[in-house]
T-cell receptor, first 114, second 112 residues
Framework: DSGVTQTPKHLITATGQRVTLRCSPRSGDLSVYWYQQSLDQGLQFLIHYYNGEERAKGNILERFSAQQFPDLHSELNLSSLELGDSALYFC?????????????FGQGTRLTVV | SQKIEQNSEALNIQEGKTATLTCNYTNYSPAYLQWYRQDPGRGPVFLLLIRENEKEKRKERLKVTFDTTLKQSLFHITASQPADSATYLCALTSDSWGKLQFGAGTQVVVTP
């Protein structure tokens, strides 16, 4: 158990809908990262938050947004969903930036868009 | 553009042998490089971190080397076991904060 909790584990929704994925980082970790992993694809970096502030952005679609709340949990919002958004979405946390310390990953949310 | 390249072909290896994986990168100047293990449908698990001033690092049966001149890291699993079968990912950052990016990973299959 990494200590990072993601909910829900599975989500099935229709095209055009909006969903929210939730991540609770390990106790004491200030950084939260979001990644997308499509079938047979690598981990694609989406966004990084540190202590409530956005620190780095990857190729995140405009239809996607995220935030980190004062209690350090984070939410990833995906809207106007398309079939191609079906993927595993991972959240990871680390104490500071993940360059010099390990990142701990949650078990992911599997999103299926039908 | 920045790239992290790992061998996309699966590495099939016999139990007891040493598996060697390669990670090459371009347009990065990382101070640190990390290796993770990922099992199907599960989140990656951290294995090792090596700093730019460290040539080699070991943890149990794992060994990592980091050559900033060649822009390459090698990851070795010695005395491999079937339980080592997984996908191994290298990761690094483009700056001191955030944007921890991963290679596509190399699948290792260890047969008894």
């Amino acid at each position: 158990d990494s200590g990072v909790t993601q909910t829900p584990k599975h989500l099935i929704t229709a095209t055009g809908q909006r969903v929210t994925l939730r991540c609770s980082p390990r106790s004491g970790d200030l950084s939260v990262y979001w990644y997308q992993q499509s079938l047979d694809q690598g981990l694609q970096f989406l966004i990084h938050y540190y202590n409530g502030e956005e620190r780095a952005k990857g190729n995140i679609l405009e239809r996607f947004s995220a935030q980190q709340f004062p209690d350090l949990h984070s939410e990833l919002n995906l809207s106007s969903l398309e079939l191609g958004d079906s993927a595993l979405y991972f959240c990871a946390s680390s104490f500071e930036g993940a360059d010099n310390t390990e990142a701990f990953f949650g078990q992911g949310t599997r999103l299926t868009v039908v | 553009s920045q790239k992290i390249e790992q061998n996309s072909e699966a590495l099939n290896i016999q139990e007891g042998k040493t598996a060697t994986l390669t990670c090459n990168y371009t347009n990065y100047s990382p101070a640190y490089l990390q290796w993770y293990r990922q099992d199907p449908g599960r989140g990656p698990v951290f294995l090792l971190l090596i700093r730019e001033n460290e040539k080699e690092k070991r943890k149990e049966r794992l060994k990592v080397t980091f050559d900033t001149t060649l822009k390459q890291s090698l990851f070795h699993i010695t005395a491999s076991q079937p339980a080592d079968s997984a996908t191994y990912l290298c990761a690094l950052t483009s700056d001191s904060w955030g944007k921890l990016q991963f290679g596509a990973g190399t699948q290792v299959v260890v047969t008894p």
